[in-house]
Each structure stands twice: as C-alpha cells, then as structure tokens.
C-alpha cells in the first residue's frame, strides 16, 4: 500500500518560493509515476507537474512551466516540487499522487493514490 503525506506548505509573498515534500510511508514506489496536483476553492482539481520512475521524465502544466520543477529520490521514497515565482493564482491546497502508469501524466483518474494535501497562499 502506498500512503503519502505531503508537506512544506505555507503562506509566501508574491515572488517568492516554497518547496512541498512528499514522503510515501507505505510500500515503495520507484516503480510509480508520482504527480503533484492543486485544488483552489471553488475550482476542479488541476494537473501541476509529474515525474516518471525513471527520473529524466517530466512533464509539467504550461502555467508552471519554467517556475516549478518536480524531482523524486527514491531511496527516500520521496517526491518534490520546488515553486519559485510563485503568484497568488498559484494558492491552492496541493496533493501529491501516484500511479502505476510508468510515464509521467496528467490523468488524475490514473492516479490511484492521493495524500491529504498542504495548503500554499501566496499573498499579493
């Protein structure tokens, strides 16, 4: 069983940075694709970044690309994600999830297992 738990969520000024945690408490997961999703009040939950088991795969929603970067360490059955630039759209509790699809994706119904999430405010 994978159990995950986010963490490093926080309030942040615009332009700032946060750097969420991972760590998956169950059985290991070097053979998931691991995602990072957002869920802002009122809206759908939305695809943020992903990274494949093999670690040179990523693939990231356009409106992060080139302010996030996702990165995992499997030895320590963890999963990143480093935010810079961060702007007030980006507040939303954020969820990290796992699937058994080897590549990373943005398919939230493929992603069998979710965390609890961490909340990110980014104050203007």
């Known amino acids: 069983q994978v159990q995950l738990v986010e963490s490093g969520g926080g309030l942040v000024q615009v332009g700032g940075s946060l750097r969420l945690s991972c760590v998956n408490s169950g059985r290991t997961f070097s053979r998931y694709t691991l995602g990072w999703f957002r869920q802002a009040p009122g809206k759908e939950r939305e695809f943020v970044a992903a990274?494949?088991?093999?670690?040179?795969?990523?693939s990231y929603a356009d409106g992060v690309k080139g302010r996030f970067t996702i990165s995992r360490d499997n030895a320590k059955n963890s999963v990143y994600v480093q935010m810079n630039s961060l702007k007030p759209e980006d507040t939303a509790v954020y969820y990290c999830?796992?699937?058994?699809?080897?590549?990373?994706?943005?398919?939230?119904?493929?992603?069998?297992?979710w965390g609890p999430g961490t909340q990110v405010t980014v104050s203007s």
């Open positions: 999830a796992a699937s058994s699809l080897g590549v990373p994706h943005n398919i939230k119904d493929r992603y069998a297992y």
């Open positions: 990274i494949g088991w093999s670690t040179g795969t990523t």
